[in-house]
């Protein structure tokens, strides 16, 4: 087995991850999947920011892991869901780094929904 690379954040590649002031609500086939004011913000150079919700505010019961898996050198090896609600079957919508590398440690216990699978409606909280 190979060692996998792990780099760090810096200049040339920025990555924050702050508290969102916002509300977080996220719905499939009509069905809420996650509602929250708790959200975490990731910001990373070259990608839009993503927000990870915290576990306890997602209706876990809707996902289903699946055995697609990726691995980023800056935050670790993401695990994915796939969405069952509403009849509808939307498969690996919802990642997790359930081990996240240290630069990013606060987003463990999180998930993040792909928003153009998924509807994601941010609002002032």
Not at 37 to 60: I, S, T
Request: hydrophobic share 40%.
């Amino acid at each position: 087995m190979s060692e996998k690379t792990v780099l760090q954040p810096g200049p040339d590649h920025p990555i924050s991850v702050t508290a969102s002031a916002e509300r977080v609500r996220v719905t499939a086939a009509g069905v809420t999947l996650a509602d929250t004011r708790a959200a975490l913000v990731l910001r990373e150079h070259g990608y839009p920011p993503a927000y990870y919700l915290p576990r306890a505010d997602v209706q876990m019961a809707a996902l289903q892991r699946t055995e697609h898996g990726t691995y980023c050198p800056y935050k670790g090896e993401a695990s994915y869901f796939t969405v069952l609600a509403g009849g509808a079957e939307l498969g690996d919508v919802v990642w997790s780094y359930e081990r996240p590398h240290a630069a990013v440690a606060e987003i463990r216990d999180h998930l993040a929904f792909y928003p153009d699978r998924v509807d994601v409606e941010v609002t002032a909280a």
